[in-house]
């Protein structure tokens, strides 16, 4: 491709809206431009990236025997409606209703549509198992659209949906999406983690995420150094660092706390360390309040919360607080707290003379000791774990890390099948609901994490697997002609090697030349200019490692050739894959 002639708008402008370098790279290199919140148009640029990834996600897919669909993408609101799902999707889904008064939505996503699908075509258990999948546009209109393509509003997924005889089918096919998926990411050249993730609040499902690692991203991670132990922040298991200290109970008494509003403040004045303090969370179900103990250092994690209670729970609001004039808020605490069940962290079980809301207004207890003192009602785990805090599982010392979710696979069980009464006759002549599991993988999303963890101040750093092209010729005086026609050799020379290359043949200075490639990201950049005059020489730039060599025009496609073979040989790659 001839860069004068390719429609690669470059750009010094950053929107005020572009903070990430994801977003803001995407812009400036001319991949993608807004068209309006969290909806985006892809150009050339970006498509032959985009495309790279789906190959990527094709060929791993199809290697585990799934097979590719492509589904609508307008959907029937009677479908959403069998699954219960047309309300419970809420404001997310974008709805919209043809000249017939007919309602559809703009998919989400699809399992109403694949399930009922399959339901009409397979009776037997012979033609079971089943894996569909298919890269397709989807909608969601987020709250909160941003950081480019991380968060559309229309954005690209792979999605795919296996039906399985039984859990035993279900648990294979799993294992293959959890392996393909990570090759997916590896061959992205990607550092990631893979986390047991929050797989709804009723029943005990199997979901995991796939994150890439990147200081931008929204998720929040645990990592274990020694076991590999992965989680997300808000499920993670952990244990404590401190072993309190055993002491003699000492006796409790109220002391006059007016006007303390934070722990810190509290701690300050009494004296004592944050963690020596207990707080009292309130959440609540409908108009159900709970309390929750925790220690007064840590946050409650609302996730683990609600995976203990079994219930769907948010914080507890003020109309909620309004019915129950007993709970004294800022001095909350487990005493005459009436109907409200009190839950606690397992951490406070040993803990001793504590600080704890006395539950009337401007009073704290000190001293305080459970059992004595106040009374739980069910222990369980309900905290995030700080730095410090040690694996559960071989007590070395955690690490936080901060990701971005690209993909998230998860066994459904019987979840859709039921509600919209999909089955099929197995072994015994019986009537079985599909036993269903789903995986989805972000492609856009996936191409913006890319950028995420691989660029520098310069611009991005494609790894040669998903370059838009691996080459880009610089010719630094398109006038001279000795320069002219050894880089039209060099062009050819690529093009014969099947190498995707891009020859930068515009009128602009040399610098605007070399500022743009280092932008655009290619992996290998070659200088044709006075070098080449002088001494016949190319000068080659490696973008990853900032590395040059110089070579005779007719050296240099082996040469990359050989550093592009040395860089996949740690990557299995499916044959007939160009990179
Ligand atoms: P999130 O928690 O980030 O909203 P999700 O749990 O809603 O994600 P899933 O429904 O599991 O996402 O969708 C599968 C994949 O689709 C995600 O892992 C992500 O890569 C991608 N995805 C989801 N929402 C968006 C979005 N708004 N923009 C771009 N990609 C998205
Ligand atoms: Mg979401």
Known sequence: MRY??????????????????????????????????????????????????????RQEMNAKGAQEVLMPVLQ????????????????????????????????????????????????????????????????????RPRFGLLRGREFIMKDGYCFCRNQKELEVIYQQMYEAYARVLERCGLDYAVVEAESGIIGGEVSHEF????????????????????SNAELAHFSWTTIPDREDMKEAALVETAGIKTIEALAHYLSVEP???IKTMLVQEGKNIFAILIRGDRELSLAKSARHLRRSIGLVEQDTLNAH???????????????????ADLELKESQNMVIGANRDNFHMVNANVGRDFQVDEWGDFTYPVWGDKCSKCANELEFKRGIEVGHIFQLGTKYSKSLGATFIDEDGQSQNFVMGCFGIGVTRLLASIIEQKHDERGIIWPVSVAPFQV???????????????????????????????????????????????????????????????????????RESGDSFELPLEGVVFRIQEIMGNQERGIQVDKGDTF
């Open 4 to 57: 004068s002639e390719y429609f690669l708008p470059t750009t010094r402008e950053i929107p005020a809206d572009a903070e990430l370098a994801s977003h803001i790279y995407c812009l400036r290199a001319g991949l993608i431009r807004k068209v309006a919140s969290g909806i985006y148009i892809f150009l050339p640029l970006g498509m032959k990236v985009l495309q790279k990834i789906e190959t990527i996600i």
């Open 76 to 143: 029937p609101k009677e479908l959403w409606e069998k699954s219960g799902r047309w309300t419970e999707y809420g404001p997310e889904m974008m709805r919209l209703r043809d000249r017939h008064e007919r309602d559809f939505c703009l998919g989400p996503t699809h399992e109403e549509l694949i399930t009922s699908t399959v339901d009409a075509e397979i009776f037997s258990y012979k033609k079971l198992p089943l894996h569909l999948y298919q890269i397709q546009v989807k909608f969601r209109d987020e709250i």
């Open 211 to 230: 994150v890439v690692l990147a200081d931008a991203g929204e998720s929040e991670l645990v990592l274990c150094p020694g076991c590999g132990y992965a």
């Open 275 to 277: 963690k020596k303090t």
């Open 325 to 343: 004039p007993e709970i004294r808020m800022g001095y909350v605490g487990p005493f005459g707290l009436n109907a409200i069940p009190i839950l």
């Open 472 to 542: 880009i010729i610089l010719l630094l005086n398109p006038t001279n002609n000795r320069q002219r026609e050894a880089a039209e050799h060099l062009y050819e020379i690529f093009q014969k090697h099947g190498l995707e290359v891009l020859l930068d043949d515009r009128d602009e200075r040399a610098g605007v030349k070399f500022t743009d490639a280092e932008l655009l990201g290619i992996p290998f950049i070659c200088l044709i200019g006075n070098k080449l005059e002088r001494e016949g020489l190319v000068e080659v730039k490696i």
